[in-house]
Structures are given as structure tokens and as C-alpha cells.
């Protein structure tokens, strides 16, 4: 017998069947659309991942663009004469799809951390005993400076029990965030005030006192108060001194014992900071450079905070 054949005898076979069909049928349409959807949404994401990647591809090169343009600044001057293109900030430049902006720091216009352990003896201890201003300055326990020095000292392939290896060369810090590795130096004290301070470079560098800020050249002295020093930036030649002598016989500065074999008028090192925005992109590049007479050379370069 054909049950098709007598519908009202088996009502219920064909509208069950029915029924099944048309719910099998909505739930392979809306595995579709949610697979569809799916891909979709890959696909856009895709596609904005290829195109941060290209604007921060982009933004990258206008950031060497940048230091490239530092470079030549730096190279075109004399002695001296860079101080016109230092602690100033590009204003925001408009290029397509985006913005650039520059500044150029002279880094010996702050705080050496390597001049703890680099450089002969009289200018270590110079330094060790800045250091500790500095670290009073910023309401930090001068003691920090004798655990940095002993922790810049130490040879880490040495077991510590075996105390200092003479003949091994100290090791440095390649940038001044490194100091962040020792117990002491973190809270809110370090990042305002001393952190902003410091820097770190492969030699031993004398105080440019054209770029150094008031706390930095107040720090250079038991017998020169913040205050004083804060005049004697306010009173400093827009083109700078010409010889560090000048800065030395202003009254200011009498009876603090200051002494030029730490100071100079000229500096070597210079910190270029970039920041590019393209679309999505955004890139923020530190370049240190070095300058001997025209040539500079890029020491090294950094993504993000230096």
C-alpha cells in the first residue's frame, strides 16, 4: 500500500516530514550566513591588520626620514652651533595621511649613568657624588647611588662570592631605563624626577652647561642651591657660552667650588626623537647619535619609551 495515496488516513507522516525538512533547511541557512558572517569578519580584519602593517611600515620610514633630517642639522654646524636646533620641538608637519614631529635633546645636557664607572678616578668620583644630590634632589636614599655602582661594577660571568675581577672591563648601560632592574629605583619620586634626569652613554662625558637643566647644574655642587642654579639658567646667553670660564666667573658661582675639568661648552651626543602618525599607524622612534666634527653616526635606535 502507497500511504501517499490516502492523506487524511496518516496525517501526521507528510507534515512531520514536512516539518523536519523546512527546520533542516533554516539550520543550513543560518550555518551559511554565520559562516559567512565569519568569513567576512576575518576578511575585514585582514584587511585593517595589511593595512596598520603598511601604516606603520610608512610611518616608520618618515621616522628615519626624521632622523635623517636631524642628521644633516647636526652635520651643517660647527662647535657650538647646534645648540640653535637643540630642546626644540618640530611643530606637528602635515604629510599624507598623517603627521610628523621632531626634538633634539643634547644628551650631555643631563645625568651620565656610565660616568659612575667610566672615566678616570676623580671623574667617577665626581660623579658618584652628583649622583647622590640628585637622588637627595628627588627625595630618594642617596645609599641607591652605592648599590648602582657596585651593581655596574660586578662581572656577571663571576660568582659574587669571588669578589670584583680587575682585569675585566665594566660593563655599561646601554640605555638609562636599565636602572629599573635594581630594587629602589621605581615609584613616583624615580619617574618625575629622577628618571627624566638621566642618561646613558658609552663614554664618560663632561656637563654641557648650555643645555644642562637648573636641578642638573645644581646638582654639580654641596654649595649651589636649586634656586641659584635656576638663575643661572635664566641668565644663560641665548647662543650659549662661547667657554666654560664665562659661566665660571659669574658671581653667582663664587665660592661653590665648581670645577671646569667637569664642565664643557661642546657636546658629542645627541638623542633624536620621532613621532609618526599614518592612518592606524602610529610610531614613536629614540636615535642616538654621535657627532665628530661633520660625521655622525647613529649608535643606536629605539621603538618606544628610551
Known sequence: MDCRNDCKKWPGIWSDETGVALVSTLLIAVLVAILATDLISRQEIDIRRTANTIHTDQALVLARAMENWATVLLSRTTKGEELQYLNRTLPPTSVAGGQVTGHIDDCQGFFNINNLILGSREHQEQSRSQFR?????????????????????????????????????????????????LKGFSG???????????????????ININTASARLLASLSDNLDLHTAELLVK???EEGYSKVNEFLEQDLLAG????????????????????????????????????????????RRSLGVF
Not at 629622577?194 to 652613554?201: D, G, Y
Not at 667650588?257 to 609618526?276: I, R
Open 133 to 181: 644630590r640628585l637622588l637627595d634632589f628627588c627625595d630618594m636614599p642617596i645609599e641607591l647611588e652605592q648599590k648602582l655602582t657596585d651593581w655596574l661594577h660586578i662581572d656577571l660571568q663571576q660568582c659574587f662570592a669571588d669578589g670584583y675581577e680587575e682585569s675585566a672591563p665594566p660593563k655599561y648601560m646601554v640605555t638609562a631605563s636599565e636602572v629599573r632592574q
Open 188 to 206: 613616583k619620586s624615580f619617574e618625575t624626577c629622577l628618571q627624566p634626569l638621566l642618561r646613558a652613554l658609552p663614554e664618560a662625558t663632561l
Open 235 to 237: 641668565s644663560r646667553p
Open 256 to 299: 661653590t667650588g665648581l670645577q671646569k675639568d667637569f664642565l664643557t661648552v661642546n657636546s658629542s651626543y645627541f638623542m633624536v626623537h620621532s613621532e609618526t602618525t599614518i592612518g592606524q599607524g602610529q610610531i614613536s622612534l629614540f636615535s642616538l647619535l654621535k657627532k665628530r666634527e661633520e660625521n655622525i653616526q647613529v649608535l
